[in-house]
């Protein structure tokens, strides 16, 4: 990067830091007209997302603690996204132990989970990065944050691209649908941290 483009870099960042505090501070008494700002700061940096209503609902419980935030708003998108890769590997740990599954689907399962927890180890990395985000390390740190945001994704899809040409069904229900769901929404939830992440490396 350029040198007038990374001094650019850090006088946003610090603005970026120095607004966490005004907001803050200014928060107490008046709730109302800065909780509007904190939805409206949300949706707008959810629109450039692919799933900008998934990105929305995921967020907008955490609108307090995001404010206008884009360093917390990222933080809270990798939050989210981790909690739902750790929920989903512990389903689908429990799922492939259940009986009526063929051992070809059972493998398939199995080599998901151990996927997708790379992927868990991927998202708990970025967060850890993120934690640390300084305007020394700010390139440097985004930079790989991005590369393990798309290696998380890029498990996700290696995931779901097993459950391909099997149909298995436990109980009746078809668990491939179910699976897939529940796998499609980590994935779309990286992709939206990913979309995040790259809007604040790149506004910075
Ligand atoms: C993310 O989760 C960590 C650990 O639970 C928490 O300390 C942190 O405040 C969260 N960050 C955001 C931005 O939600
Ligand atoms: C994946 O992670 C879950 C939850 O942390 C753990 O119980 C399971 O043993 C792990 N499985 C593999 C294959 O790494």
Request: aromatic fraction near 4%; glycine fraction near 4%.
């Amino acid at each position: 990067m350029e040198l007038i483009s990374s001094k650019h870099l850090l006088t946003n960042l610090l603005v970026i830091i120095a607004s966490t505090f005004t907001t803050h501070s200014a928060n107490k008494g008046t709730e109302t007209p800065y909780k509007e700002a904190n939805t409206v700061f949300i949706r707008t940096s959810c629109s450039s997302t692919t799933y900008p209503r998934l990105c929305y609902s995921s967020l907008v419980k955490h609108a307090e603690l995001i404010q206008t935030n884009r360093v917390v708003l990222t933080g809270a998108a990798l939050n989210v996204t981790l909690a739902s890769a750790k929920s989903t590997s512990a389903v689908m740990s429990a799922m492939a132990k259940r009986r009526g599954l063929k051992p070809r689907e059972v493998a398939a399962m199995k080599d998901c989970v151990e996927v997708l927890n790379e992927s868990v180890e991927e998202l708990r990395r970025s967060i850890n990065g993120m934690s640390d985000l300084r305007r020394s390390n700010f390139e440097m740190t985004m930079s790989d944050v991005q590369t393990w945001v798309s290696a998380a994704l890029t498990d996700e899809s290696t995931c779901m691209d097993g459950f391909e040409e099997s149909e298995m069904s436990i109980d009746g229900t078809n668990t491939k649908s179910r699976v897939r769901g529940l796998v499609v929404q980590v994935a779309q939830l990286t992709s939206n941290a990913l979309a995040l992440i790259n809007q604040l490396a790149n506004h910075a």
